[in-house]
């Protein structure tokens, strides 16, 4: 009876929080022209002097738009809307730039981001080795003693001109006294000796983590290197040992990170878990940052089991805690995954030859399946290659059997990046989505040594899922693999090239520019059960929007990574502007923690392009 009132409570203060800021009047897509024909008066918003690209395939491009009670209230011409505007409408001349929907990523792990944000120095956007040690020695000026410098993922050595990563012994001559931690995508982690020194791991096991490995000298002094054999438990056991910021600090890094977020012109994201975010523990902050009205970017989440053997009763724990749908337009609780079951866990280090799913994986997973379904709980899971998913859409399909041939509404596989047409064919006639992300334009060519150039230009076959008519999101897995900015995502969608420039895809597998934003958008929201309700700029949808700085439509292929936005909308409201449109600015946040943050020097996106 208390374990009852337990979960009761805490799933009262779940949707109380959630209810708590910024909700919308919640209504049905099927009825969204019929209420808004009812409503009378001016704007609340006008854009006008747009190039819209609204992702309406009815009504693909607009000049302006009115906003209404957080949502579109009507597009169209210049003229279609000077009507609305009011004694207290407000006006924004977008002069000329072109204006999509808000960006959605389908698959990140931000929430976790936000609780390290001010911490991590990040190499995202650096074309060089040179550049990158540099980068690290004025951190060594500037970081306290006894205090870490980490830069964890983003980067690929790809993208460098020196097509190398930096060695051991250049970090420690530009480290000596600092430890010093590189988490490089989740294939190894470089550590200085000051970080082995403080870590003590010259005198661990090589096999302190299950399927990882701390290399060792024939003197066994640990190298510097740590290994995912494949699991990459060591590496993220690694970063629990750092300092960690106060919960103070974690709600402003929150916030500022979804700055950052709006910066480069997203609303909204699908958030996946991830190691070390517990369920409901590791999201007292976002529910904290939301509760205070302080949110700037929509957030769905999903539960992620950490401990192998305990997957069961987990989710037999948070059944009892929370159901799907509870919460609102800015916070709401989605299902189950990325990670259902760890033996039903492909690893994605494609430099690496292909893992095997673990030898039980039925009898782990299929109990799992079966009570999610059981209890309408919608689940996404990530699947790398064909063969697992082989094994595991078997169990998918028998679950399926069981009830009306179908799997609870929304339920989708992440990444998908080697699925022949075979497999496609059976997530089509299940219903399943396939969230897509960039993350294999950071490891082209040690893709092509494994699988061949071949192989590469169909992984992941994104027009066939397209053509087969199967549910597709774009996004980015960041921040530990990719980077968090969208734009290198659309980038990829739309030239099909690497980080590191080869031409991975043909014409056969690569979109439009609109088509690959339409999946940033539209595509995105089938993934929070959002289909209908916003990615598009269209009445009735949330009116989320951004301004973009240069017309994405029409730059070279190369400038597209350099998009953001100069003024963001979310419901309407302003969440981010500057340079022509800084009279619209909200006010700045507080300055970020700690005060030694590396984002104080090279900073991060916003930092690049705005100054």
Same mark, same amino acid.
């Given at each position: 009876?208390?374990?009852?009132?337990?979960?009761?409570?805490?799933?009262?203060?779940?949707?109380?929080?959630?209810?708590?800021?910024?909700?919308?009047?919640?209504?049905?897509?099927?009825?969204?022209?019929?209420?808004?024909?009812?409503?009378? =008066?001016?704007?609340?918003?006008?854009?006008?002097? @747009?190039?819209?690209?609204?992702?309406? *395939?009815?009504?693909?491009?607009?000049?302006?738009?009115?906003?209404?009670?957080?949502?579109?209230?009507?597009?169209?011409?210049?003229?279609?809307?000077?009507?609305?505007?009011?004694?207290?409408?407000?006006?924004?001349?977008?002069?000329?730039?072109?204006?999509?929907?808000?960006?959605?990523?389908?698959?990140?792990?931000?929430?976790?981001?936000?609780?390290?944000?001010?911490?991590?120095?990040?190499?995202?956007?650096?074309?060089?080795?040179?550049?990158?040690?540099?980068?690290?020695?004025?951190?060594?000026?500037?970081?306290?003693?006894?205090?870490?410098?980490?830069?964890?993922?983003?980067?690929?050595?790809?993208?460098?001109?020196?097509?190398?990563?930096?060695?051991?012994?250049?970090?420690?001559?530009?480290?000596?006294?600092?430890?010093?931690?590189?988490?490089?995508?989740?294939?190894?982690?470089?550590?200085?000796?000051?970080?082995?020194?403080?870590?003590?791991?010259?005198?661990?096991?090589?096999?302190?983590?299950?399927?990882?490995?701390?290399?060792?000298?024939?003197?066994?002094?640990?190298?510097?290197?740590?290994?995912?054999?494949?699991?990459?438990?060591?590496?993220?056991?690694?970063?629990?040992?750092?300092?960690?910021?106060?919960?103070?600090?974690?709600?402003?890094?929150?916030?500022?990170?979804?700055?950052?977020?709006?910066?480069?012109?997203?609303?909204?994201?699908?958030?996946?878990?991830?190691?070390?975010?517990?369920?409901?523990?590791?999201?007292?902050?976002?529910?904290?940052?939301?509760?205070?009205?302080?949110?700037?970017?929509?957030?769905?989440?999903?539960?992620?089991?950490?401990?192998?053997?305990?997957?069961?009763?987990?989710?037999?724990?948070?059944?009892?805690?929370?159901?799907?749908?509870?919460?609102?337009?800015?916070?709401?609780?989605?299902?189950?995954?990325?990670?259902?079951?760890?033996?039903?866990?492909?690893?994605?280090?494609?430099?690496?030859?292909?893992?095997?799913?673990?030898?039980?994986?039925?009898?782990?997973?299929? *109990?799992?399946?079966?009570?999610?379904?059981?209890?309408?709980?919608?689940?996404?899971?990530?699947?790398?290659?064909?063969?697992?998913?082989?094994?595991?859409?078997?169990?998918?399909?028998?679950?399926?059997?069981? =009830?009306?041939?179908?799997?609870?509404?929304?339920?989708?596989?992440?990444? =998908?990046?080697?699925?022949?047409?075979?497999?496609?064919?059976?997530? @089509?006639?299940?219903?399943?989505?396939?969230?897509?992300?960039?993350?294999?334009?950071?490891?082209?060519?040690?893709?092509?040594?494994?699988?061949?150039?071949?192989?590469?230009?169909?992984?992941? *076959?994104?027009?066939?899922?397209?053509?087969?008519?199967? *549910?597709?999101?774009?996004?980015?897995?960041?921040?530990?693999?990719?980077?968090?900015?969208?734009?290198?995502?659309?980038?990829?969608?739309?030239?099909?090239?690497?980080?590191?420039?080869?031409?991975?895809?043909?014409?056969?597998?690569?979109?439009?520019?609109?088509?690959?934003? =339409?999946?940033?958008?539209?595509?995105?929201?089938?993934?929070?059960?959002?289909?209908?309700?916003?990615?598009?700029?269209?009445?009735?949808?949330? @009116?989320?929007?951004?301004?973009?700085?240069?017309?994405?439509?029409?730059?070279?292929?190369?400038?597209?990574?350099?998009?953001?936005?100069?003024?963001?909308?979310?419901?309407?409201?302003?969440?981010?502007?500057?340079?022509?449109?800084?009279?619209?600015?909200?006010?700045?946040?507080?300055?970020?923690?700690?005060?030694?943050?590396?984002?104080?020097?090279?900073?991060?996106?916003?930092?690049?392009?705005?100054?």
């Amino acid at each position: 009876m208390e374990n009852k009132t337990t979960n009761n409570m805490r799933r009262r203060d779940f949707i109380k929080g959630t209810m708590a800021v910024g909700a919308s009047t919640l209504i049905m897509p099927s009825v969204f022209g019929s209420a808004f024909s009812q409503i009378q =008066g001016s704007a609340d918003l006008v854009v006008r002097n @747009a190039k819209v690209t609204t992702i309406d *395939p009815k009504a693909p491009n607009a000049e302006a738009f009115a906003i209404k009670d957080g949502k579109f209230y009507r597009v169209g011409s210049n003229s279609e809307v000077s009507d609305l505007i009011g004694r207290k409408t407000k006006v924004i001349d977008a002069k000329g730039h072109r204006v999509i929907p808000g960006l959605n990523d389908s698959h990140t792990h931000g929430v976790r981001e936000g609780l390290h944000y001010g911490l991590e120095l990040r190499w995202d956007w650096v074309s060089s080795v040179e550049e990158a040690l540099a980068m690290l020695a004025e951190e060594v000026k500037h970081t306290p003693k006894g205090q870490w410098i980490r830069i964890v993922g983003g980067f690929s050595w790809e993208q460098f001109k020196e097509k190398r990563m930096p060695t051991l012994e250049e970090i420690n001559k530009v480290a000596p006294n600092h430890p010093v931690y590189i988490f490089y995508l989740y294939a190894y982690g470089m550590l200085n000796r000051k970080a082995i020194e403080v870590l003590n791991y010259d005198n661990e096991p090589i096999d302190l983590y299950h399927k990882g490995r701390i290399e060792k000298d024939r003197n066994g002094r640990a190298t510097g290197i740590i290994t995912a054999a494949p699991s990459g438990l060591i590496m993220y056991k690694t970063l629990t040992k750092l300092p960690k910021m106060t919960r103070p600090q974690q709600v402003l890094g929150t916030q500022h990170f979804m700055n950052e977020m709006n910066a480069l012109g997203l609303t909204s994201l699908s958030d996946a878990g991830g190691g070390g975010m517990q369920y409901p523990d590791a999201y007292d902050v976002i529910q904290d940052v939301n509760k205070q009205g302080l949110s700037t970017v929509r957030v769905g989440i999903h539960t992620f089991p950490q401990v192998g053997g305990r997957e069961y009763d987990d989710y037999k724990r948070w059944i009892g805690m929370v159901k799907p749908g509870d919460g609102n337009d800015m916070y709401r609780f989605i299902g189950g995954g990325e990670n259902i079951a760890w033996a039903a866990y492909d690893y994605e280090i494609f430099a690496q030859q292909r893992p095997n799913l673990e030898p039980n994986v039925r009898e782990v997973a299929l *109990p799992i399946y079966k009570l999610l379904a059981e209890n309408n709980w919608p689940w996404r899971q990530h699947v790398t290659y064909n063969e697992s998913a082989q094994i595991l859409l078997d169990m998918y399909e028998e679950v399926a059997a069981a =009830g009306d041939g179908k799997l609870p509404k929304g339920t989708f596989i992440d990444h =998908g990046e080697t699925f022949n047409e075979r497999t496609l064919e059976r997530i @089509a006639k299940l219903d399943l989505g396939i969230a897509i992300q960039n993350r294999i334009a950071y490891q082209a060519e040690d893709f092509v040594k494994n699988y061949g150039a071949a192989a590469l230009a169909q992984t992941p *076959p994104i027009k066939k899922m397209l053509k087969m008519g199967i *549910p597709v999101g774009g996004g980015t897995d960041a921040t530990r693999v990719s980077s968090y900015n969208p734009w290198y995502s659309i980038h990829w969608l739309a030239t099909g090239q690497s980080r590191g420039g080869r031409q991975m895809y043909g014409d056969d597998n690569i979109l439009t520019r609109e088509e690959a934003i =339409g999946l940033w958008t539209k595509g995105s929201a089938w993934f929070t059960g959002d289909d209908g309700k916003k990615g598009q700029i269209k009445e009735g949808q949330l @009116a989320d929007f951004t301004i973009l700085n240069q017309d994405v439509m029409e730059v070279p292929d190369a400038l597209i990574p350099r998009t953001h936005s100069k003024l963001t909308g979310l419901g309407g409201k302003i969440v981010h502007a500057y340079d022509d449109f800084q009279k619209f600015a909200p006010p700045a946040l507080p300055d970020v923690a700690p005060d030694w943050s590396p984002l104080y020097r090279t900073g991060d996106f916003r930092k690049l392009y705005l100054g």
